[in-house]
């Protein structure tokens, strides 16, 4: 079946601007991760929901940082006034009990975001 | 200090070696462990996970867990070309979050 998707693959914006990333999880699966890669390192844990709602957003930076799920299936993580600091790659993960456990997080190959 | 602490190699082994990659980590409330690969420009693919200590073994693939010491480890065995790539470790608590080292990269030469 299908995987984890994530759109744009790449996103090139300038310092300043607002930028939305896309993720789709794996049809039923109720959890969704965001992490943030920076070159060289691990994912870093953002926010997870469960259903619709944020259940745990405490890895956010800042308030620039937002994301929603509202119909608790595609997500939708929104940057606004872009930092060079922001740039990295954003990941997106999706569980279910049902595959298996929460503990079973599949990764989409992310969206690679450059902020000049 | 970071929760989960990975050296980041380069490791580079010959075709056919047993490679053993290792983290410790600081965090007593991690109960699942779990191993990543991610090839170059792709998203983390999960190669297994264990509960508690222990080993857990799949196919050419051993991790191992030893909670007293804090330590966890990978073994491929027969390692192969194709398992070139950035290995991840990763703790986590009963609550959602993933805390990852910081990957080990890893090639296997022919």
């Known amino acids: 079946g299908a995987g984890v998707s994530q759109t744009p693959s790449n996103k090139v914006t300038e310092k300043g601007k607002y930028v939305e990333l896309r993720c789709d999880p794996i049809s039923g699966h109720t959890a969704l991760y965001w992490y943030r890669q920076s070159l060289g390192q691990g994912p870093e844990f953002l926010i997870y929901f469960q259903g619709t709602g944020a259940a745990d957003d405490s890895g956010l930076p800042n308030d620039r940082f937002f994301a929603v799920r509202p119909e608790g299936s595609v997500s939708t993580l929104k940057i606004q006034r872009t930092e060079r600091g922001d740039s990295a790659v954003y990941l997106c993960?999706?569980?279910?009990?049902?595959?298996?456990?929460?503990?079973?997080?599949?990764f989409g190959p992310g969206t690679r975001l450059t902020v000049l | 200090q970071k929760e989960v602490e990975q050296d980041p190699g380069p490791l580079s082994v010959p075709e056919g070696a047993i490679v053993s990659l290792n983290c410790t980590y600081s965090?007593?409330?991690?109960?699942?462990f779990m191993w990543y690969r991610q090839y170059s420009r792709k998203g983390p693919e999960l190669l297994m996970y264990t509960y508690s200590s222990g080993n857990k073994e799949d196919g050419r693939f051993t991790a191992q867990v030893d909670k007293s010491s804090k330590y966890i480890s990978l073994f491929i065995r027969d390692s192969q070309p194709s398992d070139s790539a950035t290995y991840l470790c990763a703790g986590k608590t009963s609550g959602s979050r993933l805390t990852f080292g910081e990957g080990t990269q890893l090639t296997v030469n022919p």
């Open positions: 965090n007593s409330a991690f109960q699942y």
């Open positions: 993960a999706s569980s279910s009990k049902l595959a298996g456990s929460y503990n079973e997080q599949f």
